[in-house]
Nanobody, 123 residues
Framework: VQLQASGGGLVQAGGSLRLSCATS????????VGWFRQAAGNERELVAA????????YEEDFAKGRFTISRDDAKNTVYLHMTSLKPEDTAVYYC?????????????????WGQGTQVTVSS
């Protein structure tokens, strides 16, 4: 599965962005997907994840109430809608996929990774 992450950019604090993770050549239907991020000098961390059903979602505490993960299997795309962005959300955001119903919470549970998209939040 090849993943393409997009939608990052520069935004002011309090602003919003919608990240997209799309596949090429294969359906997302049988895959769970996670969004991770890595800030400079920090380890990669999970942001949110979704199972192969859009009823199965998870957000880390820092994302709850601000970020929403969703999927559109007809478009082979998973989204991360981010609102109320803070400077500490600045990072490279990656999407990752694993085959199966359930998402993982650790990056080593995902076999397929996109290239990352930079999100920069200015104060």
């Amino acid at each position: 599965v090849q993943l393409q992450a997009s939608g990052g950019g520069l935004v002011q604090a309090g602003g919003s962005l919608r990240l997209s993770c799309a596949t090429s050549g294969r359906s997302f239907r049988n895959y769970a997907v996670g969004w991770f991020r890595q800030a400079a000098g920090n380890e990669r961390e999970l942001v949110a994840a979704i199972g192969w059903s859009d009823e199965i979602t998870y957000e880390e505490d820092f994302a709850k109430g601000r970020f929403t993960i969703s999927r559109d299997d007809a478009k082979n795309t998973v989204y991360l809608h981010m609102t109320s962005l803070k400077p500490e959300d600045t990072a490279v955001y990656y999407c990752a996929a694993r085959r199966g119903r359930w998402f993982g919470v650790n990056d080593d549970e995902y076999a397929y990774w996109g290239q990352g998209t930079q999100v920069t939040v200015s104060s």
